[in-house]
């Protein structure tokens, strides 16, 4: 017997704002959330600085190609946006079953994500949490805090069936940010977080691809999923500097793959 996909925070937040019709094909509740997902940024707004090498990945002209139906595995092969219409990528190795969400309001309110490590590219951050604003934006953490990563508070706990979704930026005026290195993760590379209640996950990046803010695939990052998944999200692409904010965003992947505690 099939399991039914469970339903995530995300698709009980905003039961009351729903917009039928939104995106052929999906259902009424999960059109009216999706069209209501806040826009992830990492908060590349003004006060950030250029990083020094920023990546050079431009698609402003990404109608003047095929884009493919499916993100790539980033790395070597660089990155490229997929199809606005293409799923999330599958995952790398075998995943596991989501952890079960606390029963109790209590438990609930209580377990949080506390930390993420990513060896690769030597990230070890505390997770912080952010909403959205009345503009319906997804905050961001402090610019003072380089080192700090959001995670969205109406997405899943890292570990719970659905897209959990963590951001964070990738330059501040003081230079380099948590995420400046984001770019450099590929299809295999390990995420652990870290949780209150004294779980670790290991996630496994499925897929990693830039895309433009005015096209950012919103469906793909906040789409509900059966299993348990991360979405890891900071700015890329060209420095504009009289918007004071880069031009696309970085999107990472990736699956439950481990957890323990």
Same mark, same amino acid.
């Given at each position: ?17 729903l ?10 509740v ?36 095929v ?5 790539g595995?980033? #790395?070597?092969?660089? /990155? *490229? ?11 790398? +190795? !075998?995943?596991? &079953?989501?952890?079960?969400?606390p029963k ?6 209580k ?8 060896p ?10 952010v ?7 997804? #905050?961001?953490?402090p /610019? *003072? ?11 899943? +706990? !890292?570990?719970? &069936? ?34 209150s ?15 433009s ?7 793909? +990052? ?6 348990a ?33």
């Amino acid at each position: 017997m099939t399991e039914q996909p469970q339903k995530s925070p995300l698709n009980k937040a905003l039961p009351g704002l729903l917009i039928a019709g939104s995106l052929a094909g999906v259902g009424a509740v999960m059109v009216g959330l999706l069209s209501l997902a806040p826009p992830v940024d990492d908060g590349s707004g003004p006060g950030l600085a250029a990083m020094d090498q920023p990546s050079t990945v431009q698609i402003e002209n990404a109608g003047a190609f095929v884009l493919p139906p499916t993100v790539g595995p980033g #790395g070597k092969s660089g /990155l *490229t946006p997929a199809r606005l219409d293409a799923p999330p990528p599958l995952a790398a +190795v !075998p995943t596991v &079953a989501p952890i079960p969400a606390p029963k109790t309001k209590v438990a609930k309110a209580k377990t949080k994500p506390s930390r993420i490590k990513i060896p690769k590219i030597k990230v070890n951050a505390p997770i912080g949490q952010v909403t959205v604003d009345i503009k319906g934006n997804l #905050g961001t953490p402090p /610019l *003072t805090k380089q080192n700090q990563t959001g995670w969205y508070r109406f997405s899943p +706990v !890292p570990g719970e &069936a659905g897209p959990s979704v963590i951001n964070g930026h990738v330059s501040t005026r003081k230079g380099p940010a948590v995420f400046a290195r984001l770019s450099e993760l590929a299809k295999g590379d390990h995420i652990y977080v870290y949780r209150s209640d004294g779980k670790v996950t290991r996630f496994t990046v499925s897929g990693i691809e830039q895309v433009s803010k005015s096209t950012f695939p919103t469906k793909r +990052v906040y789409g509900n999923t059966s299993g348990a998944e991360l979405r890891l999200v900071t700015c890329g692409g060209v420095f504009n500097k009289g918007a004071h904010s880069y031009q696309d965003n970085i999107v990472v992947y990736a699956t439950l793959s481990k957890k323990k505690g």
